[in-house]
């Protein structure tokens, strides 16, 4: 059968990638770095704003960008462990690698806004849960890092796994936006446009400045001397 390049990665789809693995990098970097911690909350809070606007494009954004498109039911899983199913994206068993690590990191983020690490740091939305609180969500802010590292190793195992064994190069298209493909049913990714990423950017940078305080009430100003009665 001919052979044929389609589309199946758009642009904002492959930056949000890339920009993830990037700040994941840096973010746990800096997070074992006490001296770095102030520079860990800044990454955090780009975090949100890569994790806000993904969940927007997974909506609005281009065909194998969508939640609608990639998230499996049991018809579709099934399919695939029989080996009946064919499609470009995420294939099912992706799929659940793809949510269980946007689970993962959008916990991570929200502990990190409201953390304490009782050591002169403390997240900007820490003032609306109780220290208590903000102390134990801390320490699994903490742990679930290694959660995150053992995902992102299965994922990328997967993809070698599919590269040697089955001769499937999974990680070219997130570069190039393109697949070579050989069945005429595969159709190339359609949506998205400026209109749609104008909008989740919008949401995005609004969430991030949520997420770093805009919202808190300002700082009682500071104490006045009293003037001296002469």
Request: proline letters at 7%.
């Amino acid at each position: 059968m001919e052979k044929r390049r389609v589309r199946v990665w758009d642009v904002p789809t492959r930056l949000f990638h890339w920009l993830l693995v990037l700040l994941t990098i840096a973010a746990f970097i800096t997070g074992f770095k006490g001296e770095f911690i102030e520079l860990h909350g800044q990454i955090g809070l780009a975090i949100v704003g890569l994790l806000a606007f993904r969940l927007v494009w997974g909506i609005i954004g281009s065909t194998y960008a969508r939640f609608a498109q990639f998230v499996p039911g049991p018809g579709r899983l099934l399919a695939y462990l029989r080996g009946q199913w064919h499609g470009l994206g995420h294939n099912p068993l992706g799929a659940f690698s793809v949510l269980g690590l946007l689970a993962l990191m959008l916990f991570q983020v929200c502990s990190g806004l409201v953390s304490d690490n009782e050591a002169g740091f403390a997240g900007p939305l820490k003032n609306l849960i109780s220290h208590e609180m903000a102390v134990f969500l801390t320490g699994l802010h903490t742990k679930n890092i290694w959660l995150i590292i053992g995902l992102v190793s299965l994922h990328v195992l997967s993809i070698a796994f599919y590269f040697v064994a089955k001769n499937n190069n999974m990680l070219t298209p997130m570069f190039t936006g393109y697949k070579t493909v050989d069945d005429p049913a595969l159709e190339p990714a359609r949506g998205g446009g400026w209109l749609p990423f104008i909008l989740a950017l919008s949401v995005a940078v609004g969430i991030v400045w949520v997420a770093s305080g805009g919202l808190n009430p300002p700082p009682p100003p500071p104490p006045q001397e009293a003037a001296p009665a002469w």
